[in-house]
């Protein structure tokens, strides 16, 4: 990282309805993004603040993403970040159309107009062992208190339908449910209600982030979630506390449409760097 501490690091500063990140491309800039490092940068009073770090680096398509999360910790899957960069790489390269490689394996990317990115996040993990749970068990309708489904979107999710998500303390009520023993890689929690046909009011508390204004996986995995249930059909409205997504669950996978901001271009000072 020698040259950083001689020149700086740069980065970029995105959002998708405020659930926010630092994205450092690292096809432009060899950088070894140590979990220590992560956090110093999450820090929203000594580094940047954000709630997933995305990496962008060289892939078979037309990047390769990765995510840790503030703390430090990674994830797979990050559907927000996702339709941020894939919006960046649109708007360098002219392109409506995009392959973009993860952890969780290949997704497509599509210009819908006005501003809006698509991203199809792959089909659903409905099966215990795939999520990942603890032991063999229904999916649909966890043991625990308020019956919440289970779904992987290339991380866990649990998500708890209620009567009011507003009115669930979730400050308090997402780690209870993150560190559950039934979810051996913890969990991101939801809480959702359903306030018309195919419309749903989310919160959300992300695992290794806390609460956020929205997150893209969890929208999608609550889609599911609702769609199994039979409360709501595959595509649906999901107004979140920072904006709202459309996700629709079709044949090829869960795909979700919303807009993006790609707030400022910053660089991270050498001697900052040093301390870390």
Not at 239 to 264: C, I, K, Q, S, Y
Request: charged letters at 20%.
């Amino acid at each position: 990282m020698e040259h950083t501490r001689e020149s700086g690091l740069p980065f970029m500063k995105m959002h998708g309805l405020g659930n926010d990140f630092v994205v450092i491309d690292t096809r432009v800039h060899d950088v070894d993004v140590t979990p220590a490092l992560a956090m110093a940068l999450a820090d929203r009073h000594m580094g940047v603040g954000f709630d997933q770090l995305t990496l962008i680096g060289k892939g078979d398509g037309d990047a390769h993403l990765t995510f840790l999360n503030s703390d430090g910790s990674g994830s797979a899957a990050c559907g927000n970040a996702t339709r941020c960069i894939a919006r960046h790489i649109m708007d360098e390269t002219g392109k409506t159309e995009l392959t973009l490689t993860t952890d969780r394996g290949v997704l497509r990317a599509v210009d819908m107009g006005n501003r809006l990115t698509s991203v199809n996040m792959g089909p659903p993990q409905l099966r215990w062992d795939e999520i990942p749970l603890a032991e063999d068990m229904d999916t649909l309708e966890l043991p625990i208190e308020g019956g919440p489904t289970a779904t992987g979107m290339g991380n866990p999710h649990c998500t708890f339908f209620v009567d009011n998500a507003e009115a669930i303390p979730l400050e308090q009520f997402g780690p209870r449910y993150e560190h559950h023993p039934l979810y051996p890689q913890r969990t991101n929690v939801q809480v959702a209600s359903l306030i018309g046909p195919d419309h749903l009011r989310m919160r959300v508390w992300e695992r290794g982030a806390g609460l956020t204004l929205a997150s893209g996986s969890s929208s999608c995995a609550t889609a599911v979630a609702a769609a199994r249930r039979g409360l709501t059909g595959r595509k649906v409205r999901i107004d979140l506390d920072g904006g709202t997504l459309h996700v629709d669950w079709r044949e090829d996978g869960v795909w979700m449409t919303g807009p993006t901001a790609h707030v400022f271009t910053g660089v991270l000072t050498p001697d900052w760097l040093s301390q870390v």
